[in-house]
């Protein structure tokens, strides 16, 4: 049943969903319209989004090089040897979509980037390990981290910068350590059991072998494969330069050094800058050639368009919603209408519905976090599960939102409508569990 459910959604989405760059530009004018309905005019609202749109370049430009250091590090020899090894376990088309989630889920505990890189790579040599799988669902499966488990596991960056000394409101809140969050028994049963019901989910998503959609070896053929270019016949000067292991492993060397100095100051604090600073230095080492090195980096971007043209549009999106008031109209909305029982559940439905205009990875914070945590505390709820309910709603729409998917998309060469009809359903799925958690949350005080 779950499965015809899934193949009519995504007959609907084929047919009504429109690309990715034009649900950035219909959300443009939502904001806009709602910018309207608070009492903003036209003039103040065009400002605000002109100011906006730039303002988070800085974590456009990590998020890109997210996307490329992680293709470097996939194409690497090595590492593609461990892809085809770990895809060799699906065994049958369900099996293959299942193992597909699970790795994606557990990467994106550990950390959002290695999820959306690692489960691009490794979807491709799944759908060739077993061609028969549905191959919509397979690319569902391997989005399904960014959905479920990101926010909730090491590297949220909501629970993160709580705990961080010197946080912005750190004079206001004082420090939430990670074990009232991230490693609060609420929030590891919920990340477990959402895990284990959203395999089990994907495990039944599975139609049957007439009606899944397979992906043809033409289409594999087509997908991102790399060849490290062969060494000139000439052995000349500049050849050396590009050829050789010696300034690939140098080059390493001196940033394994750079890393055990920051790891002895600062500790494992695995920034977004820190992280690309890893995989940029790995892939050189795993690649040995920087000839390899480069030509991986001009194969794999072509898988930052969507990244590029689209972020500015959702930071345009940001600068309304800040410049105009209207994230405060909506948090005031919520602290008049929430009581002390009620405020965790819509916490996290109002972060979904905010993070769909915004797919900021939770830097939102920023503006949101003073009337929220004020809302809290007149209620009486504590920073902690103000907090969990935030993350947790921060980053359950992203499966219904396409920001996140473009990398991935990009790699298996389908449109976020594709995947639409499966990743709605899992959101319903999971909205559905994790709402019930919430709502039963205040009993356990």
């Not at 590297?155 to 609060?184: D, I, N, Q, R, Y």
Request: aromatic residues 10%; hydrophobic residues 60%; charged residues 10%.
């Amino acid at each position: 049943m779950l499965a015809r459910v899934a193949t009519l959604l995504a007959t609907v989405a084929e047919r009504y969903v429109p690309s990715a760059f034009a649900i950035a530009v219909l959300l443009t004018g939502v904001t806009f319209a709602g910018a309207f309905a608070i009492g903003a005019t036209p003039g103040e609202a065009v400002v605000a989004w002109g100011r906006g749109f730039w303002a988070l370049s800085p974590f456009a430009m990590q998020m890109a090089l997210v996307v490329l250091t992680g293709f470097l590090v996939s194409t690497a020899p090595a590492v593609d040897r461990l892809f085809r090894a770990v895809a060799g376990a699906a065994g049958t088309p369900a099996r293959a979509a299942t193992l597909m989630a699970v790795v994606s889920m557990l990467l994106a505990w550990l950390h959002w980037g290695l999820s959306l890189v690692g489960s691009a790579m490794l979807v491709r040599h799944i759908a060739r390990a077993q061609p028969r799988v549905d191959f919509r669902l397979l690319v569902t499966a391997a989005y399904l981290g960014m959905g479920t488990t990101w926010h909730a596991g090491l590297s949220g960056s909501v629970p993160l910068l709580m705990a961080s000394p010197g946080h912005f409101l750190e004079k206001t809140t004082g420090l939430v350590p990670l074990t009232a969050t991230t490693f609060a028994p609420f929030n590891l049963t919920l990340s477990l059991v959402v895990a284990v019901v959203v395999a089990v989910v994907v495990w039944r998503l599975h139609p049957a072998a007439a009606d899944a959609v397979v992906v043809s070896p033409e289409a594999l053929d087509a997908l991102e494969r790399f060849t490290p270019p062969a060494p000139p016949a000439a052995s000349t000067f500049a050849a050396w330069c590009d050829h050789t292991r010696v300034l690939p492993y140098a080059l390493g060397a001196t940033g394994a050094a750079w890393l055990a100095w920051y790891v002895r100051t600062s500790g494992l604090q695995l920034t977004l800058d820190v992280l690309n600073f890893i995989f940029l230095m790995t892939a050189i080492v795993l690649h040995g050639r920087l000839a390899s090195v480069m030509a991986a980096g001009e194969q794999g971007a072509r898988l930052l368009a969507g990244v590029v043209l689209q972020f500015p549009l959702y930071a345009g999106m940001y600068g309304i919603i800040e410049g105009t008031g209207l994230a405060r109209v909506l948090g005031d909305a919520i602290a008049r209408t929430a009581t002390r029982d009620t405020l965790p559940l819509a916490l996290y439905w109002y972060s979904s519905v905010l993070n769909y205009f915004v797919p900021s990875g939770g830097s939102k914070w920023a503006v949101e976090a003073p009337f929220i945590i004020d809302a809290a505390r007149r209620l009486g709820v504590g920073l902690d599960e103000v907090i969990l309910a935030y993350a947790w709603g921060d980053m359950a729409s992203n499966l219904i939102q396409p920001f996140w998917a473009l990398p991935l998309l990009a790699a298996a060469r389908l449109g976020f409508r594709d995947i639409m009809g499966y990743a709605a359903l899992c959101f319903a799925v999971i909205s559905v569990l994790v709402s019930a958690a919430f709502w039963l949350l205040p009993l356990a005080r």
